[in-house]
């Protein structure tokens, strides 16, 4: 119940592509659904997050929808760029009462070619 | 306006011996998280610590792993008698809290390499 489950684990896209990353969860007491991106060596970088109570937020190119019927939310990144190749981790929080940990999916390596 | 800070970058440690791996969390922050990313994996939840308390352990090795976070000072990760397994990278990371804020902010990493 505490997994998050994360495809596709690997994804090319076109210079000015649009890139999906799709995740889902069981457990729905979580509240708090961050998008981070790794570059290699580096450590994760907050990139953007949504509520439960919102069905969509959207910040430049970046955007989540968030499916909270289905269990399901997603990160979209439109005119995806070279310098958008990184991989990207969904996570999800539970409430702090039950102690704030991010529970990760297992990431999507992208790839954008020019 | 410094974000979280790691120390060592970079740790190569032979069997056997203890590997501390130090964080600092962004100022402001009293919360700190640790998380492990082995190769061709991603993070796992380790540790969740406040200033001289851990809330939840429930990631960790049940042996040779310990953690704390001092009044004073950085909050620091200790393996002992470090095995080839532990080789991974190591990240924290620190958050307010306060204001119903979740938002948790990563430092570099420490790679720790096992021989």
């Known amino acids: 119940q505490q997994q998050v489950k994360q495809s596709p684990q690997s994804l090319i896209v076109q210079k000015g592509g649009i890139s999906i990353i799709n995740c889902a969860y069981e457990n729905t007491a979580f509240d708090y659904f961050p998008w981070y991106q790794q570059f290699p060596g580096k450590g994760p970088a907050l990139l953007i997050a949504i509520r439960p109570d919102v069905s969509e937020k959207k910040e430049g190119r970046f955007t989540i929808s968030f499916n909270k019927s289905a269990k399901q939310f997603s990160l979209h990144i439109m005119d995806s760029q070279p310098g958008d190749s990184a991989t990207y981790f969904c996570?999800?929080?539970?409430?702090?009462?039950?102690?704030?940990?991010?529970?990760f999916g297992q990431g999507t390596e992208l790839s954008v070619k020019p | 306006n410094a974000g979280v800070m790691q120390n060592p970058r970079h740790l190569v440690r032979r069997r056997g011996q203890e590997a501390r791996l130090r964080c600092s969390p962004m100022?402001?922050?009293?919360?700190v998280y640790w998380y492990r990313q082995l190769p061709e994996e991603g993070l796992k939840f380790m540790v969740y610590l406040q200033k001289e308390n851990i809330i939840d352990e429930s990631g960790m090795p049940k042996e040779r792993f310990s953690a704390e976070f001092p009044k004073e000072g950085p909050s620091i990760l200790r393996i002992q008698q470090v095995v080839r397994g532990d080789s991974a990278a190591y990240f924290c990371?620190?958050?307010?809290?306060?204001?119903?804020?979740?938002?948790?902010?990563f430092g570099p990493g420490t790679r720790l390499t096992v021989t």
């Open positions: 100022k402001g922050h009293s919360h």
């Open positions: 990371a620190s958050s307010l809290v306060e204001g119903g804020s979740y938002e948790q902010y």
């Open positions: 996570a999800a929080v539970p409430p702090y009462n039950q102690g704030g940990k991010l529970i």
